[in-house]
C-alpha cells in the first residue's frame, strides 16, 4: 500500500480550519464542548485525534469523522514505518 510521504498530523489541519474560520483555540474549544487545552494539545500534535473528538469536529467545522480519523491513521502508520524494522519478518503461507 503506498502511503503519502509524511502525513500531516491531524491536528495541522485542525489549527489551519481555526485560522480560516478565524478562531481561538479557547473559541474553537468553546463551540466543540470540550477544554481549551484539549484544542491545544491536538493542535500541537501533543495528542491525536480521539474518535470523540473527531465526531465533535465533524459536527463543528465539517468532513466527516472518518476522515478526521482516517488522518490519524494515515499519520500513525507513517510513524511507525519510520520507526520498526520489518526487513526480517516474512509472511506466514497455510501449508
Known amino acids: 500500500m503506498a502511503m503519502m510521504h ?3 498530523h ?10 480560516a ?5 479557547r473559541a474553537l474549544a468553546k463551540e466543540l464542548g470540550v477544554a481549551p487545552s484539549t484544542v491545544q494539545r491536538l493542535i500541537t500534535g501533543q495528542s ?6 473527531a ?5 463543528v467545522v465539517g468532513s466527516s469523522a ?7 491513521v494515515d499519520y500513525d502508520l507513517w510513524q511507525a514505518q519510520q520507526a520498526v524494522d520489518i526487513s526480517r ?3 506466514l503461507h497455510a501449508a
Open 10 to 19: 491531524p491536528g495541522r489541519l485542525v489549527k489551519e480550519t481555526m485560522e
Open 48 to 53: 491525536d485525534m480521539s474518535p470523540e473528538m
Open 6 to 8: 509524511n502525513p500531516p
Open 21 to 25: 474560520l478565524n478562531l481561538s483555540a
Open 89 to 91: 519478518l516474512h509472511r
Open 66 to 72: 472518518q476522515v478526521w480519523m482516517g488522518m490519524q
Open 55 to 59: 465526531l465533535r469536529l465533524s459536527a
